[in-house]
């Protein structure tokens, strides 16, 4: 950390859902805040007020983080207003459900678009934060990945191999920006929230837990718990992942 002011947070995509209680979490261990969001206005001034209710001094920043000229101008603003930047949480996400089995259904503009988000946006977000976390004393990339990268089952093809790209790329940019950013990847089963509630709405999230070790959904916060180790709990892991899943991916 530098200097006496409080440590900075940005977490992509924290309208609602994780993002939203990684904020919070952030914020209720004295960290200022970046609401980042794309669409969610409304849910997103909520999360700010929420966050600056518990004591933290926060940005509210729209932007889509496939954009690089917009994530450029993001972070320019986050060193604007704060001077410096601890965290980044690469959580902003997108999906179709697609069966696997259709092929034809993938199209290339929903290809296109779900890769743009979640693995070119993180890594258009942590190339963009590392001159910020680099000029303290060190800092910390967690990226929201998935058992679907793991696995290879989740709502379509290309969400499937978007985060097992993403869990690729967090090695290498583990090696490629130590030792001053540590970079480590939390991948989550099935979430209670309307990720899959909404987008998925033929299939209840019980049914898919039923038979995990532990049979229910994680909550948003049970995420965060994670971020929050990778993030402040430990300064001796890089490069990892681990799965909050219910024991989903133990076989």
């Known amino acids: 950390m530098n200097g006496e002011s409080r440590p900075v947070a940005l977490v992509t995509g924290s309208a609602t859902g994780v993002g939203r209680a990684c904020v919070l979490q952030f914020a209720g261990r004295g960290y ?139 090695k290498s940019l583990a090696r490629a920006l130590a030792p001053e950013i540590r970079v480590n990847a939390v991948c989550p089963g099935p979430i209670e929230s309307r990720w899959i509630r909404e987008g998925n709405p033929d299939v209840s999230i019980e049914s898919m837990v039923e038979n995990y070790p532990l049979p229910k959904a994680s909550m948003p916060d049970d995420i965060a718990d994670a971020v929050l180790f990778f993030a402040l709990g430990t300064s001796m892991a890089t490069g990892q992942w681990v799965s909050i899943d219910g024991g989903q991916t133990l076989g």
């Not at 001077?83 to 690469?90: A, E, I, S």
């Not at 997108?94 to 069966?99: H, K």
């Open 32 to 170: 200022d805040v970046v609401v980042n969001y794309s669409r969610s206005e409304a849910e997103a001034i909520e999360t700010a007020a929420d966050a600056k209710k518990i004591g933290a001094e926060v940005l509210l920043s729209q932007c889509d983080v496939s954009d690089d000229n917009s994530v450029q101008q993001m972070i320019s603003d986050v060193e604007a207003k704060f001077g410096r930047l601890d965290v980044v949480v690469n959580n902003a996400a997108t999906t179709s459900f697609i069966d696997h089995s259709d092929l034809d259904a993938m199209t290339e503009d929903l290809w296109d678009r779900i890769l743009a988000v979640n693995l070119k946006g993180a890594f258009f977000v942590s190339r963009a934060a590392t001159p910020l976390l680099k000029s303290g004393d060190g800092g910390a990339i967690v990226n929201i990945s998935s058992v679907a990268g793991i696995t290879g089952s989740g709502s379509s093809v290309a969400y499937c191999a978007s985060k097992g790209a993403l869990n690729t790329m967090t």
